[in-house]
Nanobody
Framework: VQLQASGGGLVQAGGSLRLSCAAS????????MGWFRQAPGKEREFVAA????????YYSNSVRGRFSISRDNSKNMVYLQMNSPKLDDTAVYYC?????????????????WGQGTLVTVSS
């Protein structure tokens, strides 16, 4: 599985931004998809995950209520809608895939990773 994240950039605090992740696999719906992020000097952390069908989602406490994860299995795409971002949301965002059961929140539980896309939140 190859993953390509895109959509990062500069966004004002309180604005909105949507990240996208394209997956190159014929079995996209076999995988749980997740978003992680890594801020400078910090460890990579879980942001959100979505089940194979897209009916179930799971979020970290820091983004719940502001961010929304979704997927389109017909297009092999997963998205992260970032609403009302804060300065602390500045990080490189990674999409990831795993064949394990849902939900999964640890970095080591994901088998495939995209290259990351930088999101910078300005005041």
């Amino acid at each position: 599985v190859q993953l390509q994240a895109s959509g990062g950039g500069l966004v004002q605090a309180g604005g909105s931004l949507r990240l996208s992740c394209a997956a190159s696999t014929r079995a996209f719906s076999d995988y749980i998809m997740g978003w992680f992020r890594q801020a400078p000097g910090k460890e990579r952390e879980f942001v959100a995950a979505i089940s194979r069908t897209g009916r179930s989602t799971y979020y970290s406490n820091s983004v719940r209520g502001r961010f929304s994860i979704s997927r389109d299995n017909s297009k092999n795409m997963v998205y992260l809608q970032m609403n009302s971002p804060k300065l602390d949301d500045t990080a490189v965002y990674y999409c990831a895939a795993t064949a394990k059961s849902f939900p999964r929140v640890e970095v080591h539980e994901y088998d495939y990773w995209g290259q990351g896309t930088l999101v910078t939140v300005s005041s």
